[in-house]
């Protein structure tokens, strides 16, 4: 179980599930290569390179499309992500997301889920869901479907960006490093160093800064697909390879 008492003890073990669920399986993210692809085809010399990299990007989209078009709903579900994952050898941050719920589940963890994350565009205050999927694992068992995070006392696991890390900390990373991911986030970095070229003084700056909007998130649990004590331990049986290795030093 995950003890929230201690803090560093707490991400680390939480790290082990993110690293597992990132590597147990190799397989190749779409989502994730789809820019670094465009990036290269800057770079190519002919039309002959472009036309190869173009359908590479459409092959690994419609992989994935129509493999999530063949999943079942349930328990069921989840064995098709690891059969995506393990078998196809393809997912996104949604996979990811859910095989940090198996394997926590399966490693003893009841409070994980897998979830989306909301968040109020400007400041109107009206919530969109954000195109990207976490797990999050819970101090206490859920209440409700929407979950405020502005205490310590939840951790998001993020194997899609690599990210392990109490709430709080996470979306500042979200916002302030990884942005770029996402078309709807505000890139305040980006921003910031507009301030400084259209700004005059260090106090103009600063007053400029405080005007940024920033974001409130919360996080939507996941929670019509649900494993059951029966569903964990017939995966824990199927798939061995998901067991947490105790430490030995």
Avoid at 116 to 133: K, P, T, V
Avoid at 225 to 236: C, I
């Amino acid at each position: 179980m995950i003890n929230f008492k201690s803090r560093c003890k707490t991400i680390q073990d939480a790290d082990r599930i993110t690293r597992m669920a990132k590597s147990v399986y190799p397989h190749i993210s779409a989502s994730m290569h789809s820019p670094r692809i465009y990036e290269q085809m800057a770079n190519c010399r002919d039309m002959l390179c472009v036309s190869r990299l173009s359908r590479l990007r459409s092959r690994n989209a419609n992989k994935i499309h129509n493999l999530r078009a063949k999943r079942r709903r349930g328990s069921n579900l989840f064995r098709d992500v690891i059969d995506m994952l393990k078998n196809h050898k393809i997912g996104n941050c949604y996979e990811n997301a859910v095989l940090c719920e198996i394997i926590g589940k399966i490693n003893g963890i009841k409070n994980i889920y897998h979830a989306r994350i909301l968040f109020n565009r400007n400041s109107s205050g009206e919530e969109i869901a954000l195109d990207h999927a976490i797990s999050i694992i819970l101090g206490k068992a859920l209440g409700n479907k929407d979950v405020a995070l502005k205490n310590k006392n939840a951790i998001i696991l993020d194997p899609w960006l690599g990210i392990t890390d109490f709430a709080e900390n996470y979306f500042t990373k979200l916002k302030n490093d990884f942005s770029k991911y996402f078309l709807l986030l505000p890139d305040d970095n980006f921003i910031i160093r507009r301030l400084k070229t259209e700004t005059k003084t260090p106090k103009e700056f600063h007053e400029a800064k405080k005007q940024l909007f920033k974001p409130n998130f919360s996080i939507r649990i996941v929670d019509d697909e649900a494993l059951s004590d029966s569903d964990v331990k017939n995966l824990k049986e199927e798939f061995p390879e998901l067991i947490i290795k105790n430490d030995t030093h």
